[in-house]
């Protein structure tokens, strides 16, 4: 019982200790909008092609709110399902490419905690992620080869959610999933003046644009399960995010600085800041995009699964007024955003006793995305392919699961960048049954 408090005590603690996560992203794609926009599902998910419409009794679905009500486990005479604990996080190692240069960079972050509750008919669900990440630094040459500009941007925006699913029958559960957004972004900007002999000059002015930013938002959802034949199952599922708006609270400020010649640090002699509210921007409003997801797959229960679903966002709603009353780097315009996730699993014999890897989870897929960016006239698109195992331990579902990742987001067309990604994903899937039914003969 005390490791059962430890571990609800943990979640809390988590709650508020990560209420600043370190970003996965390095990428300079970041800088528009509110940030990179984070996968959100778990290593299970992401390894499976981004797949989030297969649900079972001893993993946890972030993505579908209705998944917290899911069947009661067989092995125990349908009579209760486990009490899921989930945590994962990625390093990412990315070459970002140019049509002159190459770069690579590495970076490691915390994803996702959740926790899962059974409650009869009921699940419900809470935890924190990340919803997107800002972490990057531009910057263009002049004629002669010095710098010209540069942007350099952190912060992101996170998550914490509330879910509560619903089993309707044996088969159908409707969810809804209450989320808080909340979040820093900070972006700077500096053009570099030189004089008549092309020697930087003492003094720099740096433009600072912060903004804090908080919202309220809902994700519903609905998941399908039936057996067509003896051995296959068809499973589908259904998630609607309505379009929500979130507070921003800006300040812009304007420095003079000057740049260390050998590490190149900033230091800011005097400051200035910008009279917001004259322009109607020290608080706006960013509307986040509608999204709409579904899918469905077939395949025998406790051996394989395939399936595909698609995701559309209205991402051309979006508008940040704060920086499109700024410098803007590049021909920005948003579109509307398509994604494709096929993928799925094989368990080539899940109660082998003679063969450890003949109970282990094998997942593979691939996805396909319009990430909603058009710059200078191009759909900035990602592409990527996925590979992962299960690992079971304990004696009570539990697993620990590692995927990989190999992608590519951008293009090198019209002098844009090119990311190629590599994400190493490990997780825990831990399971215990806090609520048990008692017999007496």
Do not use: C
């Not at 390095?26 to 940030?35: K, M, N, W």
């Not at 704060?322 to 094989?346: H, K, P, Q, R, T």
């Not at 691939?366 to 698109?381: P, Q, V």
């Amino acid at each position: 019982m005390i490791k059962r408090f430890l571990l609800v005590f943990a979640i809390v603690f988590g709650l508020k200790g990560y209420a600043q996560l370190d970003v996965e992203n390095a990428s300079p794609y970041s800088y528009y909008g509110i940030g990179s926009l984070k996968f959100k599902g778990t290593v299970e998910n992401r390894s499976m092609g981004g797949l989030s419409i297969y649900n079972d009794s001893i993993h946890v679905n972030l993505r579908n709110p209705a998944s917290y009500a899911s069947s009661n486990l067989r092995y125990y005479n349908n009579e209760g399902r486990p009490v899921k604990f989930a945590i994962g996080g990625t390093h990412t190692s990315t070459n970002l490419k140019t049509n002159s240069n190459e770069n690579r960079i590495n970076s490691t972050s915390f994803d996702y905690m959740a926790l899962s509750l059974p409650m009869g008919r009921f699940g419900v669900g809470l935890g924190i992620m990340p919803y997107t990440t800002v972490n990057y630094k531009l910057q263009s040459l002049t004629d002669f080869n010095a710098l010209s500009t540069r942007f350099s941007g952190k912060g992101g925006v996170n998550k914490v959610f509330l879910s509560v699913g619903y089993r309707v029958m044996d088969g159908l559960s409707i969810g809804v999933d209450a989320n808080y957004n909340f979040g820093k972004l900070e972006n700077s900007f500096i053009r570099y003046l030189y004089d008549d002999e092309q020697n930087i000059i003492q003094y720099q002015t740096r433009e600072q644009n912060k903004s804090q930013l908080s919202g309220f938002g809902v994700n519903l959802g609905v998941t399908y399960q039936k057996m067509i034949s003896t051995k296959l199952e068809l499973q589908a599922g259904l998630t609607y995010k309505p379009k929500t708006n979130i507070n921003s609270d800006n300040e812009r400020i304007f420095e003079t600085i000057t740049i260390s010649s050998g590490s190149g640090a900033e230091t800011p002699i005097n400051s200035i800041t910008a009279d917001l509210d004259a322009t109607g921007l020290a608080n706006t409003k960013l509307s986040l995009p509608s999204k709409l997801s579904f899918g469905a797959g077939i395949g025998e229960p406790r051996k394989w699964f395939a399936g595909a679903e698609l995701t559309f966002q209205n991402y051309s709603v979006f508008k940040n007024e704060l920086y499109e009353a700024s410098n803007s780097a590049g021909n920005l315009s948003y579109e509307d955003a398509i994604g494709l996730s096929v993928g799925g699993f094989y368990i080539p014999e899940y109660n082998s006793f003679s063969s450890y890897l003949k109970r282990m989870v094998y997942r593979t897929g691939f996805r396909f995305e319009n990430t909603g960016l058009n710059i200078n006239d191009t759909s900035i698109n990602e592409f990527g392919m996925s590979f992962g195992v299960g690992i079971p331990m304990g004696n009570f579902f539990s697993n620990a699961n590692v995927g990989f990742e190999f992608g590519r987001r951008g293009t090198l067309d019209r002098n844009l960048i090119q990311e190629n990604f590599i994400n190493f994903q490990i997780s825990l899937s831990l399971n215990d049954r806090w609520f048990e039914k008692r017999k007496y003969n």
